[in-house]
């Protein structure tokens, strides 16, 4: 489109239509809804998940996920396993930071997944660290804590916000 009127575009144009109606192209779009179809669906179960599975299907769930990602020599599937990697993340902030402040049982499940699927989020750390110190857990509360900022965690004003982390972490 850019080169009509300045140049003969006949043979792009040809060329476009033979890529159009290739068979690998209709192999390749037919796959890529197949595949969006399979995301939304994983997306689904794994909501679920977050109330009928255990630990250990989530722990077995995210390794499966993360071999994927790294070692599939298929990019839609390498691709499609990260985004449920961060959909997962995603899930576990979410449900996470509104369960730590209800200081909800269903917490410490939630936060071990947060924790598994992102090991390095220095967020997933602080937030257990703060339901741990709600539930009169100091050790496990200071542990959490130092892992939050070993990952990068520098809001220190945050702090403030949860009087019972404050206490063990500023007296």
């Known amino acids: ?6 140049t003969d575009v006949t043979s792009l144009k040809s060329k476009l239509k033979e890529i159009e109606n290739s068979d690998n192209l209709r192999k390749w779009r037919m796959r890529s809804q197949n595949m969006q179809y399979q995301e939304k669906e994983m997306q689904k179960m794994l909501r679920d998940a977050f109330s009928n599975q255990n630990l250990a299907w989530w722990q077995k769930e995210i390794t499966d996920l993360k071999t994927a990602a790294t070692n599939s020599n298929d990019k839609m599937m390498a691709a499609m396993s990260n985004r449920l990697l961060g959909f997962i993340g995603i899930a576990c902030y979410s449900f996470a930071k509104q369960l730590v402040n209800e200081n909800a049982q269903e917490s410490d499940k939630v936060l071990q997944i ?23 857990q100091p050790e496990k509360a200071m542990t959490d804590f130092n892992k939050a900022v070993q990952n990068g965690f520098n809001q220190t004003s945050r702090i403030n916000e949860y009087p019972a982390l404050q206490q063990i972490v500023a007296p």
Do not use: I, R
């Not at 489109?1 to 300045?6: E, I, K, R």
């Not at 992102?118 to 009169?136: C, D, G, Q, R, T």
């Open 1 to 6: 489109m850019c080169f009509d009127g300045l």
């Open 114 to 136: 947060y924790q598994t699927v992102e090991p390095n989020n220095s967020e997933a750390w602080f937030l257990s660290a703060v339901y741990h110190a709600n539930n009169k």
